[in-house]
C-alpha cells in the first residue's frame, strides 16, 4: 500500500456502486484505480472523487496489472471553479488528456506537478488568460518530459537563429528550422517572430498577457500538432481540439 498526492484526471462508474478513476500521481505517474462503493452515499471517498480533485490517494498496487484499488482518498483541494465556466473547464479537459496521453512517459511525478500548478493557475486565472495559461501548462509539460522544441537555435543544424527572424517551425525536426535547413523540409509552417517570442517566454515557465481569437487558434494547433508529431500514435487529442475549435 502506498500514499501519495493524486489529482483525479478522469472517472467512470463500474458495476453498481463502483468507480475507475483515472489518477496523475506523485509517486507512480499515471494509473487506474477501482474505488469500491464509490457511489454509494456514504462512500468513504465522500466528494473526493471529483474531477480535478487534489487529496491523497491510498493506492495498493497490483505490479502485474493495470488496474490497481484505490482505498482511500483524503481531498485537499477541490477545484469547483473549474467547472463553473465551460472555458475553464474545456481547458482544463484539454490539460487533462495530455496528461493521460502522456502518463506512459513520466516516471518523475512531473505530470502531477505541471497539472496542479496548471489547473490552479486556470482556475484562478480571468477568462482572458485562461488559453495562455492552459498553453504555458501545456508547453511546461513538454519541457518537463524532455522533447522541448527547439527554437533559438536551428532544430536541424544548430545554427543560431536571429530572435527577429520568421523562421520556420518543423514539428518532425523538432522546432525552430533556420532558411537553408526549412527548403529541405516540405510541409514546416511559418513562425512569425511574435509567435516564437510567445513560445520562448513559455519555455523559460514566465507568463503572457492573454491571447484570443484567430491567435489563440494558431497557438493551440501548433501546440497539438507538436504533441500529436511525438506520441505519433494516429491518435487525434479530442479534447484538445475541441476546445480549439471552440475558440470564438
Ligand atoms: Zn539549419
Redesign the pocket.
Known amino acids: 500500500m502506498i500514499q501519495t498526492e493524486a489529482i483525479v484526471l478522469h472517472g467512470f462508474d463500474y458495476r453498481e456502486t463502483s468507480r475507475i478513476v483515472r489518477l496523475a500521481t506523485r509517486e507512480v505517474g499515471v494509473v487506474s484505480a477501482l474505488a469500491r462503493g464509490a457511489k454509494r452515499p456514504k462512500s468513504r471517498y465522500g466528494q473526493g472523487l471529483d474531477l480535478f480533485t487534489s487529496g491523497i490517494a491510498h493506492l495498493t498496487i497490483h505490479p502485474t496489472r493495470d488496474l490497481h484499488t484505490l482505498t482511500g482518498f483524503d481531498a485537499s483541494r477541490a477545484r469547483p471553479r473549474l467547472a463553473a465556466s465551460l472555458h475553464r473547464f474545456a481547458a482544463s479537459a484539454a490539460l487533462a488528456e495530455l496528461c493521460l496521453r502522456f502518463g506512459p512517459e513520466d516516471d518523475s511525478g512531473a505530470i502531477h506537478d505541471v497539472l496542479s500548478a496548471g489547473l490552479d493557475a486556470i482556475g484562478e486565472a480571468a477568462d482572458v488568460v485562461v488559453v495562455e495559461r492552459t498553453l504555458a501548462a501545456g508547453w511546461r509539460l513538454i519541457a518537463e518530459l524532455g522533447f522541448a522544441p527547439s527554437l533559438d537555435t536551428?532544430a536541424?543544424?544548430?545554427?543560431p537563429l536571429d530572435a527577429e527572424d520568421e523562421v520556420r517551425f518543423a514539428h518532425r525536426a523538432g522546432g525552430a528550422?533556420?532558411r537553408?535547413?526549412a527548403a529541405l523540409a516540405p510541409g514546416a509552417r511559418a513562425l512569425p517572430a511574435e509567435p516564437r517570442h510567445a513560445l520562448l517566454t513559455w519555455s523559460r515557465a514566465e507568463r503572457m498577457e492573454g491571447i484570443e481569437g484567430p491567435t489563440a487558434r494558431a497557438h493551440l494547433r501548433l501546440f497539438r500538432e507538436f504533441v500529436e508529431e511525438h506520441l505519433a500514435d494516429g491518435r487525434q487529442l479530442k479534447a484538445w481540439s475541441a476546445w480549439e475549435r471552440g475558440i470564438a
Do not use: E, I, Y
Request: charged share 10%.
Open positions: 536551428c536541424a543544424c544548430h545554427r528550422l533556420c537553408l535547413c
